[in-house]
Antibody, heavy 121, light 108 residues
Framework: EVQLVESGGGLVEPGGSLRLSCEVSESTFSTYSMNWVRQAPGKGLEWVSSISDNSGNIFYAASVKGRFTVSRDNAKKSLYLQMNSLRAEDTAVYYC??????????????WGQGTLVTVSS | EVVMTQSPATLSVSPGERATLSCRASQSVSTNLAWYQQKPGQAPRLLISGASTRATGIPARFSGSGSGTEFTLTISSLQSEDFAVYYCQQYNNWPPWTFGQGTKVEIK
C-alpha cells in the first residue's frame, strides 16, 4: 500500500512562514496527482491545493491563493507546501493525499497521517 | 463551486443496526462522488468511489448509491469500529474539490 508521511508542521507566529513536506513510498509517485487537504480543530475537511503529475497543472483554494505555493520533486518522491503570511485561521492538521488516475476524475485514494500547523503569537 | 450538504449532522445508532447517511450536491456531479471515514486522531480513509464502488479492503456492509445530486451511504449492520465521522466529496467539477461537513455516527 502507498505510504505518505508529512512533516514540517509546528507553531508559527501570525505573518510567519512554514514549509510542509510529504514523502511518498511508491516509485510510481511521478504518475500521481497530489493534494493538500486541511482540517481545522474540530472542523471538517477543506481542500487546499493540487498539483498534477508533471507540475503542469496547479490549483489553490481561494482562501490560500497568493500565500501558499505547492511544488513537487518526483526524483525525491516528495510533495511540498510553502506557506507564507500565515494567519490564525490557517491553524489545522494538513494532510497530503494522492489521486491515482489518468483522467483526473478520481477520489483521494491515499492519505498521510497529517502534520499540525498552529498559527499563534 | 459545488456545495456538498450532508445529513444528519449526528446519527445515533445501536450496534448491529442499520445506518443511512445522506449527501446532496448543489449541482449534478454524475457519479463522481466518494465517501471517507475518519476516526478520532486518524486520517480520512477512502470507503467508496464512483458513488457505489467499495475501495480495496472495505467490508461489504458498506454500500453507496445515488447519482446526480442525491447520494446515500448505508452501513448495513454497525460494528463497534464503524463509529466515526463520514464525509462525502465530489470530484466531478474541480477545482475546488469539495467535501460535505460530515456526519458523526455515534453509539446510541
Amino acid at each position: 500500500e502507498v505510504q505518505l508521511v508529512e512533516s514540517g508542521g509546528g507553531l508559527v507566529e501570525p505573518g510567519g512562514s512554514l514549509r510542509l513536506s510529504c514523502e511518498v513510498s511508491e516509485s510510481t509517485f511521478s504518475t500521481y496527482s497530489m493534494n493538500w487537504v486541511r482540517q481545522a480543530p474540530g472542523k471538517g475537511l477543506e481542500w487546499v491545493s493540487s498539483i498534477s503529475d508533471n507540475s503542469g497543472n496547479i490549483f489553490y483554494a481561494a482562501s490560500v491563493k497568493g500565500r501558499f505555493t505547492v511544488s513537487r520533486d518526483n526524483a525525491k518522491k516528495s510533495l511540498y507546501l510553502q506557506m507564507n503570511s500565515l494567519r490564525a485561521e490557517d491553524t489545522a492538521v494538513y494532510y497530503c493525499a494522492s489521486r491515482i488516475c489518468s483522467t483526473g476524475v478520481c477520489p483521494f485514494a491515499y492519505w498521510g497521517q497529517g502534520t499540525l500547523v498552529t498559527v499563534s503569537s | 463551486e459545488v456545495v456538498m450538504t450532508q445529513s444528519p449532522a449526528t446519527l445515533s445508532v445501536s450496534p448491529g443496526e442499520r445506518a443511512t447517511l445522506s449527501c446532496r450536491a448543489s449541482q449534478s456531479v454524475s457519479t463522481n462522488l466518494a465517501w471517507y471515514q475518519q476516526k478520532p486522531g486518524q486520517a480520512p480513509r477512502l470507503l467508496i468511489s464512483g458513488a457505489s464502488t467499495r475501495a480495496t479492503g472495505i467490508p461489504a456492509r458498506f454500500s453507496g448509491s445515488g447519482s446526480g445530486t442525491e447520494f446515500t451511504l448505508t452501513i448495513s449492520s454497525l460494528q463497534s469500529e464503524d463509529f466515526a465521522v463520514y464525509y462525502c466529496q465530489q470530484y466531478n467539477n474541480w477545482p475546488p474539490w469539495t467535501f460535505g461537513q460530515g456526519t458523526k455516527v455515534e453509539i446510541k
